[in-house]
């Protein structure tokens, strides 16, 4: 299915493009809000008028690629760029560190140590009488 872009007056299309017309299209950003916000004025939309496929064609950034923090123009040959310093990244929650386990033994992770009732010092088993 051919995407269009979604700029206004941008009438490109990726089912007619030619050889040399070498152009991708990029999605609106989710995060962060606030390149995300800057994005939907650029392009004279909403939250309520965007849809899943909307997509901006390479056109619209400088050198015909998008870098973190581009907003897209018009026309960048004739508009100056725009970008924004983005805040920093939120980071997943730090992985632990597996504990390292001697040689030829698995390391249980994460579990701590049981002893089976039927293993604990007052329950041995009974000694066998001679009769």
Request: charged share 30%; hydrophobic share 30%.
């Amino acid at each position: 299915m051919p995407t269009t872009c979604g700029f206004p007056n941008c009438k490109f299309r990726s089912r007619y493009r030619g050889v040399e017309d070498n152009r991708h299209f990029y999605r609106i950003p989710k995060r962060p809000f606030v390149l995300r916000k800057r994005w939907l004025t650029a392009i004279g939309r909403t939250e309520e008028t965007v849809v899943s496929q909307l997509r901006i064609c390479s056109a619209h950034f400088e050198g015909g690629e998008k870098k973190e923090g581009d907003i897209p123009v018009a026309d960048p040959a004739i508009d100056p760029p725009l970008s924004i310093d983005l805040p920093p990244k939120e980071g997943k929650a730090p992985k632990r560190a597996a504990k390292s386990s001697p040689p030829g033994q698995k390391a249980l992770l994460g579990r701590t140590s049981f002893t089976p009732p039927f293993l604990k010092q007052n329950n041995r088993p009974r000694e066998h009488v001679r009769l």
